[in-house]
Structures are given as C-alpha cells and as structure tokens.
C-alpha cells in the first residue's frame, strides 16, 4: 500500500514555543491531506483538510491562527502548532488521498508533549 | 448529522475466542462508506476495510470477517480465533457521499485485550 510518513515521530517542547510537524506521501501524490488529533483513550478528531496549493479548511473549533496549515507541495504538507501550550500535548495523525474517491492512508502519528 | 457508535469500550477475551466489535452509523447520505481500522499501541492506524454503500456482501479474511446490515445501520467486525496480537484499539468510521472531501468520521474506538 502507499506511504505516508510524518516527521518528527515524537517532539518535546516548551510552552509558548512553535512546533512544525511534516506529513509526506512518499509514493504517490496527494492531493488532499487531513490531519488529525487524537488524545489518550479517545477517538481521531478532524482538525482540517488541507489540498495542494489552496487554503486549508477546519474543522468548527478548530483555531486556525493556532494550528497553521500549509499544503505546498503534492507530497507535503506541514502543521505548526504556534505558541504551543500543555493543552495542545497531543498524538497528532495525518493523512493523504491522491484523488476524490481514492484510498486514504495514514502516516504514523507524531506525539507532542508541551512542557 | 453523520454519526458513528462504537458502544464497546472495552472488550477482553481469551487466546482463541472470538469476539465481535459492534459499530452503528448514522447518516442521510444514499453513497457512503465504512471502513475499519486498527490501532496498535505504536499509535499508527492500519487500514482493515472499506465498504461502500451498496455493497452488503458479507467479507471475510482470514480470521477477520464483516458483517454489514443497512436495514440496522451497522458494521460489525468480527475476529475468529483471536491472538494476543491482536490486542489493539479498532475504530468503526464512515465517510459520506462523494466521500465529502475525504472526510472520515470516527468512532470512540474498542478496545481489545486478548489475554494468553
């Protein structure tokens, strides 16, 4: 099946600083990716979709002047959690669909804890 | 309103049982589809199955088999002979007509202990 990585794995910062997070289709190219929050013993949440070259759409509660979203490429797109807080400490998942309709695959999380 | 119900929290058995995880939908979409997954404690999601709306044939793999019933809205997930590696949180999902985007909406997840 196709490849989608995220990078870092796991990623330990201090409140009121700014973490990017990159979620990569290694085999194909995507055109739409989403991403996810999930906390512990809880289910996956959307945040928001992300298609290559245009703005990202969130999710209802979703702060998008906190949770930036950039699609720039057909391979990559990043999430910068901005003055991260302890409350933003999350296991964060990603996604990538090549096209409307196709398969969606998942990269393997990036746990951020914010101390 | 699209809406998915996993009622099992948590579930555990014993080397060898069968179990089955229950998931129920809620959607007004004619074209959607339902997918399983699962959760191993490295947290990445493997992809199990996807069915579309139309589509209530039965499915087995392996020890894995489905059930999927319009008529009750559900999408029960069943594993035969269960094994200890197959301890793991399964979440149901469904995504709407035209796959909406692509958007999946999940379940609270189940999760399974088999115990040796």
């Known amino acids: 099946g196709a490849v989608v990585s995220q990078h870092p794995s796991r990623v330990i910062c201090k409140s009121g600083t700014s973490v990017k997070i990159e979620c990569r289709s290694l085999d194909f190219q995507a055109t739409t990716m989403f991403w996810y929050r999930q906390f512990p013993k809880k289910s996956l949440m959307l945040m928001a979709t992300?298609?290559?070259?245009?703005?990202?759409?969130?999710e209802q509660g979703v702060e998008k002047d906190k949770f930036l979203i950039n699609h720039a490429s057909l391979t990559l797109s990043t999430l910068t959690v901005t003055s991260a807080h302890p409350e933003d400490s999350s296991f964060y998942i990603c996604?990538?669909?090549?096209?409307?309709?196709?398969?969606?695959?998942f990269g393997p999380g990036t746990r951020l804890t914010v101390t | 309103a699209q809406k998915v119900t996993q009622a099992q929290t948590e579930i555990s058995v014993v080397e060898k049982e069968d179990v089955t995880l229950d998931c129920v939908y809620e959607t007004r979409d004619t074209t959607y589809y339902l997918f399983w997954y699962k959760q191993p404690p490295s947290g990445e999601l493997v992809f199990l199955i996807r069915?579309?709306?139309?589509?209530?044939q039965n499915e087995i793999s392996g020890r894995y088999s489905w059930n999927f019933q319009k008529s009750t809205s559900s999408f029960n997930f069943t594993i035969t002979a269960s094994q200890v590696v197959d301890s793991a949180v399964y979440f149901c999902a469904l995504s709407g007509q035209h796959n909406q985007g692509g958007k999946l909406i999940f379940g609270q997840g189940t999760e399974l202990s088999v115990k040796p």
């Open positions: 069915r579309n709306s139309f589509d209530e």
């Open positions: 996604s990538a669909r090549a096209g409307p309709g196709g398969e969606q695959y």
């Open positions: 992300s298609n290559e070259g245009s703005k990202a759409t969130y």
